[in-house]
């Protein structure tokens, strides 16, 4: 009976990962069909003779973000692979999550500057760079919201020391 129920959860296993597949392709076709459409409002504006600086500036960064959404999809469709493991490049998880906390978090961090001290040379690590992001977006996060009528400052420290990578989120609240 044992046998039975575990094999039936294993089932509805595989199910659940096949449906989420499935809907990464799509989010992935949708949001491709996005960022085309954008290219063609760019293109369209300068046709005309109505390019605007800013306008390009906000609809490239909008690309850049259904880029990144793509990329999400992607290693969350590995991460459903079991035991997924990749190689983390730190500075970029660490960048990535700052980017996404002042453009998510604009209200929050009207007083607050996030500091990053990374030193140089911190190795690739094996972990989930979306797992990790979150990580210190939900730091971040936190933070700001200790600090939100106060202000003060965030700091992000990456140290390698032996063998071990130390990561430290801090703040003034």
Not at 2 to 16: F, G, N, R, Y
Not at 30 to 45: A, F, H, K, P, R
Not at 85 to 94: D, S, T
Not at 99 to 107: H, Q, V, W
Request: with cysteine; aromatic share 4%; charged share 30%.
């Amino acid at each position: 009976e044992a046998a039975t129920q575990a094999l039936i959860k294993s089932e509805k296993l595989i199910t659940i990962a096949e449906m989420a597949a499935g809907f990464g392709h799509e989010i992935r076709n949708t949001i491709s069909g996005m960022t085309l459409g954008i290219d063609n409002v760019i293109e369209q504006l300068r046709i005309k003779g109505l390019s605007d600086p800013q306008v390009e500036k906000l609809l490239t960064k909008t690309k850049e973000y259904s880029r990144r959404s793509i990329d999400i999809v992607e290693r969350l469709n590995d991460f459903a692979k079991p035991g997924h493991v990749e190689k983390v490049n730190l500075y970029e998880v660490v960048d990535n999550s700052i980017e996404m906390a002042r453009d998510g978090l604009k209200k929050l961090l009207l007083n607050i500057d996030i500091i990053k001290q990374m030193e140089d040379g911190i190795p690739m690590i094996e972990g989930n760079s979306v797992h990790f992001e979150q990580i210190f977006l939900n730091l971040i996060r936190n933070a700001c919201q200790a600090m939100e009528d106060t202000g003060g400052e965030i700091f992000i420290k990456v140290t390698t020391n032996n063998d071990w990578i130390d990561m430290a989120v801090r703040d003034t609240g």
